[in-house]
């Protein structure tokens, strides 16, 4: 038995879809609404009566945790307006419901968040998406929240799919998030390091680059992040640094990420693409086929899986050619199309090899 608890706002656009996707699985559907001026509550109520209000006070956490006290059922799914359950992952839901050991507290799912032009998710991460309910676990943080868990946790091969909301809510939404930071801040309101991570992101997605880098300095310089903030952390200060056209540090910034862990398919990508942007394609080679060869674990947190398949195989072939490495040009341009078979840069690839090929 499956309550749905959601928090929404003017979520016209995609609240039907939502529900739609999920309803059907849930014995319950909670909507609390932080003060929507459209026809959400309209669209809600084909689904359910269980709507409240709730007054909006710059608190993810504590609509969430507001929302979760009026579940009844003894699972809780928690879901945003804008994400979707495909037909598919909705028929695993169906499954786990039959099958879930009731010793399990958390099932964590997918979360796809982000997708190429073929529609294939090109990066994920997981979330604890399907919580027992009188273990009453809570919500933390008022942006960027985070639920607190622990017991018997189960990783599903459900995905949870973002449908990508429209510009003007995103920078509406991205707005309120920076505000919300700032006021904080402003306040002398201690910051935690996950704060410190998710304030910085923002300021990084605002264009701020200069604050942004001080911003993940100061999370790194408190060496208690979760291992894939701090070396998302890494990455993002190297993409400030690359805005910023300090290439030094860029690479620095890099390389830091290897403090943390092995080296991981994004950062071995992007150090190779400075050594080709150089004309080192050996050095290059050595970090695109370091990328390739990475053994990664399946659920080790964000996941963009373009930097271990299709990508790396493409820049390696363009460093082949150019050190006269006909053959493996070939072979690499082969490898990516297994991925993309349909790339317009692949397929010309293809044509420009059989032309050479027939001189």
């Not at 309209?42 to 269980?50: C, M, P, Q, Y």
């Not at 359950?85 to 964590?108: C, I, M, N, Q, T």
């Not at 009453?136 to 946790?153: M, T």
């Not at 300095?217 to 408190?222: I, M, V």
Request: aromatic letters at 12%.
């Amino acid at each position: 038995m499956i309550s749905l608890c959601m928090i929404v706002r003017d979520e016209e656009e995609v609240l039907e879809q939502c529900l739609n996707s999920v309803a059907y699985l849930c014995e319950e559907i909670v909507i609390i609404d932080t003060g929507s001026v459209d026809r959400t509550k309209e669209i809600a109520r084909k689904f359910t009566d269980k709507i409240y209000d709730f007054e909006w006070i710059d608190d993810f956490s504590a609509a969430r945790n507001f929302a979760f006290q009026q579940a009844t059922k003894e699972y809780i799914l928690w879901m945003d307006a804008d994400d979707v359950l495909l037909k598919s992952d909705g028929e695993k839901l169906a499954r786990l419901k039959e099958s879930l050991d009731p010793s399990v507290d958390v099932v964590s799912m997918l979360y796809h968040v982000a997708f190429d032009e073929y529609g294939n998710p090109s990066f994920s991460f997981r979330r604890n998406r399907l919580v027992k309910r009188v273990r009453d676990f809570k919500w933390v943080g008022p942006v960027h929240e985070v639920l607190l868990i622990s017991g018997n946790i189960l990783a599903s091969d459900i995905s949870v799919t973002h449908r990508k909301a429209d510009k003007k809510k995103k920078n509406q939404s991205k707005g309120r998030n920076l505000r919300i930071y700032e006021k904080r801040r402003e306040a002398g309101e201690e910051f935690t390091p996950r704060d410190l991570f998710y304030f910085a992101n923002e300021l990084k997605d605002h264009g701020h680059f200069e604050k942004a880098l001080q911003q993940y300095t100061e999370f790194l310089t408190t060496e208690k992040g979760w291992v894939e903030d701090i070396i998302r952390a890494c990455l993002y200060k190297a993409d400030c640094y690359r805005v910023l056209k300090r290439p030094k540090e860029e690479m620095a910034a890099l390389v830091s990420t290897m403090n943390y862990d092995i080296p991981r398919p994004e950062a071995a990508c992007r150090i190779g693409d400075i050594y080709k942007e150089k004309g080192l394609f050996q050095k290059a080679i050595f970090w695109y086929k370091t990328a390739v060869d990475i053994e990664t674990e399946a659920d080790m947190g964000f996941t963009n899986k373009s930097f271990s398949t299709w990508y790396p195989h493409l820049q390696l072939c363009v460093c082949y050619w150019k050190t006269g490495d006909v053959q493996a040009a070939i072979d690499q341009n082969l490898l990516a199309k297994q991925y993309r078979p349909k790339d317009p840069v692949i397929m010309n690839n293809e044509s420009f090899f059989k032309e050479h090929r027939a001189k």
